[in-house]
């Protein structure tokens, strides 16, 4: 989220970013339950980025994150020059984490990008590829 909000507030400064599930402040209901103020702070920074009308950016958001999800971030769909990638059809619980043989449970959402059914998502669709083509 930080680099988003860099980019929004000095587009002349950044390329561009790839920016995996992006999170305000950890997960959404436990932040919400202790520190509902902090909603106050989360909205400041949405009108942060609301400032411009577009972001350099590649966002990828899946429905299992506790963190955010593709509605919590749904927001940044309006944005110019970001393509907002919706990977919920990824399942943690069919996904093995990159570096043991072990599946996710599923409350994984956020680790996703962490397995090898994220990396192989990636690579067939080209994402990171035609991402950076775009920019340079």
Known sequence: MASLNLISR???????????NPAFAGPKIEW??????????????????????ALKAVLFAHSNDAFEDPQTLSFFKSFNNLEFIDYSEL?????N???IDKKMSLEK?????Q?????NFIKENKYFIKYLESLF
């Open 97 to 99: 984490w990159a570096d």
């Open 109 to 113: 959402g956020h680790s996703i990008p």
């Open 10 to 20: 000095f587009p002349d400064k950044f390329k561009g970013a790839i920016v995996i």
């Open 32 to 53: 919400k339950k202790k520190f509902p103020e902090w909603e106050f702070f989360r909205e400041q920074q949405i009108d942060i980025f609301k400032q411009t009308d």
């Open 91 to 95: 399942k943690p619980t069919s996904c």
């Open 115 to 119: 397995s090898s059914c994220f990396t």
